[in-house]
């Protein structure tokens, strides 16, 4: 019997009694639909992650010179912990030297941060991130300028006392009105603004436009760092292709500025976007090793279920056997319509599954901050799997009435 | 054996075991059915009428002996050739009509030529002509429980049909219709037969037997009497 004919014949069983049929495929719909929207909420992370989390807290085709990683991953040992303090601070003096040497084509800015309040005219904006850094930050961070403009390298050299200001901070302290000109008050000192940067949006719920720009000159300088020290040297390479001999050149210059033995661990750390990401590196791969489990929890479960449907409807079906026997139907006709019965059933299942899980996720994405993206691949998987399943299931079922005799099946009421 | 030979038994034995026992249902049957002949196999209950009916469809084969249906020797056959020869060479007609319920009286008669392979088109085809035949080429797509149990019969007789097989096979045809109905089967079986289809038909009804031009008796196994019908008066419709 060709596959097309069988399949007819399942859909039209599997229509005759919709209500069972529905039960019975409920276990893959629930698989599937876990497959479907994990996979997409991973997915979805992942693409949040690399895209947003690196690039915007790290920068594309950046990475920094540190005294310690800024982002801690899993747990730190206590011996850990102590090695990263002891280590030297990154100085101006560092920073010179690995610029000055430096043979791959780069762009640097020192930076130096720390949290502080921003006032003016009484006004105050607690908890805004202070960056006192060179001109190139504005080039590395990829930031546009939505209202005048970010200073200059000379204004860096001249000590200038000015400022550029996140699209939040200007909000709460202007209010509409025009910052340009105007002079604020970090932590008591003052610095006329120049320019506000475009807004940069939320990550994971959290405002990145709440930050205030001056140089590292400024008098905000003190602020961040006792003279001579800064938090970070940031590079970035001026094509992805140069990264790597980048990253290896600056660790080259700072082991032979600190005179490091070659049996000595660096003493200053090199963070890159990819370390920033190990961390939900290790979660995504969690995710996705506990998530077989799930779905093939649901998946043998609703293969059970499947199976004793097709058993049931096989007794049901004795006498169809029957007379399906006695007008020439061979074993492996009546295994074929079976298989295939049980397949499409699993294959209904799965396909709802898939629109569950599709739904499932836009709901996700709609009510929290979790992005979620649909995988072409969890789609042609869940089909599979469905087809599989049922096959599977329906293999015990199809051998029992392949294997009616047709005398006793036509007898049977 | 001559070319005319359709049915072929010889020293036909089936032996059954039903708990401790040994049940001989047949007991050496010999017989032979030609081309285009009407027989009626009768016999009282117990007399091995329905095991002499599996066998002669091939949903069954003998403990001892040989039996070729159509130059086939079918009593060493495996699963798979019984079930090609049942499709191929035997129409069969039931006394509970056995149609299935959910299909229309086109897609049940298309049935058999499904597992013969026939394409689509040809198998819509050859069922609307089935179906003529019978007269039901205005019932066609109507499911068996909108049809009479005439109709449903007549189903069953277009769908045995088809695959224009070597002989109709009939067990207890009216068995489940009046007797007005019965007798417009029974013409539908002569008519087929006028035809020159081959029609065998298992019943214990004197009265149906007598539509047929041979009565082969059977009792305790064994064949008791095998004669020819006087011709009936009211002859066979055409």
Known sequence: MPLLEAVRLALSSIRAQKLKSFFSLVGVLIGVTFLIAVVSIVQGMNVYMTDKFAGALIGVNTFQLRQTPNFTMGNTTEAQWREWQRRPRITIEDAAYVESHMKTPVIFARSGYDRRGVAWQGKLAKDITLNTVDAEFFQIKHWNIAEGRAFTPQEVNANAEVAVLGWELAQRLFNGRDPLGQTISIGGLPHRVIGVVEKQGNLFGISMDKFVVTPITSPARRLTNRPHVIDDLQIQATNPALMRAAIEEVGELMRVRRGLKPSQPDNFQIQTAEGALSAWDKISRILFLALPGLVGISLVVGGIVIMNIMLMSVVERTREIGIRKALGAKRSDIMAQFVVESATLSLTGAAMGIVAGILLAFVIRAVTPLPAAVAPWSIGLGVGLGILVGMVAGVYPARQASRMDPIIALGHE | ?238
């Open chain 2, 1 to 238: 054996m001559t070319d005319d030979v359709i049915i072929k038994l010889a020293g036909i034995t089936r032996e059954y075991t039903m708990g401790t026992e040994q049940v001989r249902a047949l007991r050496g049957i010999d017989l032979e059915i030609r081309r285009n002949e009407y027989v009626a196999i009768m016999g009282p209950s117990g007399s091995g009428k329905s095991t002499m009916m599996n066998l002669l469809g091939c949903l069954d084969t003998p403990t001892g002996g040989r039996y070729w249906l159509n130059g086939h020797e079918a009593s060493q056959m495996k699963d798979d050739d019984l079930a090609r020869v049942r499709n191929k060479e035997i129409g069969f007609v039931f006394q509970t009509f056995n149609l299935l319920p959910r299909a229309s009286a086109l897609a049940n008669v298309e049935l058999p030529l499904v597992y013969a392979g026939a394409s689509g088109r040809d198998r819509r085809r050859r069922a609307e002509q089935a179906l003529q035949r019978v007269g039901l080429g205005d019932r066609m797509h109507h499911k068996p429980n909108e049809l009479s149990g005439g109709q449903r019969q007549r189903v069953a007789i277009a769908r045995a049909l088809v695959n224009n097989p070597s002989i109709l096979l009939a067990d207890e045809p009216t068995g489940n219709l009046d007797s007005t109905t019965s007798e417009e089967i029974m013409r539908v079986f002569g008519a087929l037969h006028s035809q020159g289809q081959t029609v065998v038909i298992v019943t214990h009804e004197p009265d149906i037997a007598a539509h047929a031009h041979r009565v082969v008796m059977l009792r305790d196994g064994r064949v008791d009497s095998d004669r020819i019908n006087p011709p009936r008066a009211t002859g066979v419709a055409a």
